[in-house]
């Protein structure tokens, strides 16, 4: 199968700091990864998509210098919130598609999650 | 561009009858549909899609979902459920004929089997 994790898996930090998250696929390679934002009880909103080797496509509303997004390898995207504050605190979910062409391609398969609390 | 709607924000059904969880999409192109599952502080659990093939899906945990062309609809079904199927649904579609577009997640449907 095809696994991605995060890390940590919670964090809480005070407001201020900034705090790293990362995305890994553990089996297979990953050109495009994607951040994920879910506030309780509501759907996931895409906050940007990651290319390997590439800037970060971020959706419209969302601060580029705030989640400072770096995807350095076919397996590894990471999720930098920048000074971060109170309404930061979210669950963030990653993402994963393997390489065009290949088996499970039409698939995204999702990390587990990192809840951040921002104090 | 692309939608997903989830009519239905909390579905309630006792433990051992059947359960069905609505989804109606848009989308221009050809429609990947897709189902997945969340627990409570967990990521996304896949439990089945449609590409192309019968329109009866057989996924995981004994669920399957019937795509209907013509009315849109990729609902989730399941003959008889379990407690242990309580949680938050997400259904999910992209353009098949755009590899490069992102899916697109309906609101979410929370299921509550009652024992």
């Known amino acids: 199968g095809a696994v991605v994790s995060q890390h940590p898996s919670w964090v809480i930090c005070k407001s201020g700091t900034s705090v790293k998250i990362e995305c890994r696929s553990l089996?297979?390679?990953?050109?495009?990864m994607f951040w994920y934002r879910q506030f309780p009880k509501q759907s996931l909103m895409l906050m940007a998509t990651?290319?390997?080797?590439?800037?970060?496509?971020?959706e419209q509303g969302v601060e580029k210098d705030k989640f400072l997004i770096n995807h350095a390898s076919l397996t590894l995207s990471t999720l930098t919130v920048t000074s971060a504050h109170p309404e930061d605190s979210s669950f963030y979910i990653c993402?994963?598609?393997?390489?065009?062409?290949?088996?499970?391609?039409?698939?995204?398969?999702f990390g587990p999650g990192t809840r951040l609390t921002v104090l | 561009a692309q939608s997903v709607a989830q009519p239905e924000d909390q579905v309630n059904v006792a433990e051992g009858n059947p359960l069905t969880v609505k989804c109606t999409y848009s989308?221009?192109?050809?429609?990947?549909l897709f189902w997945y599952v969340q627990y409570p502080n967990r990521g996304l659990q896949f439990l089945l899609k449609?590409?192309?093939?019968?329109?009866l899906v057989k996924g995981s945990y004994g669920f399957e979902a019937e795509f209907n062309k013509s009315q849109t609809s990729f609902h989730l079904k399941k003959p008889s459920a379990l407690v242990s199927d309580s949680a938050l649904y997400f259904c999910?579609?992209?353009?098949?004929?755009?590899?490069?577009?992102?899916?697109?997640f309906g609101p979410g449907t929370r299921l509550s089997v009652l024992p």
């Open positions: 993402s994963a598609r393997r390489l065009a062409g290949g088996p499970g391609r039409n698939e995204q398969f």
């Open positions: 089996d297979f390679q990953a050109t495009t």
């Open positions: 990651s290319n390997e080797g590439s800037k970060a496509t971020y």
């Open positions: 989308v221009s192109g050809n429609p990947y």
């Open positions: 449609y590409i192309t093939g019968d329109n």
């Open positions: 999910a579609v992209r353009d098949g004929n755009n590899y490069g577009q992102n899916f697109v």
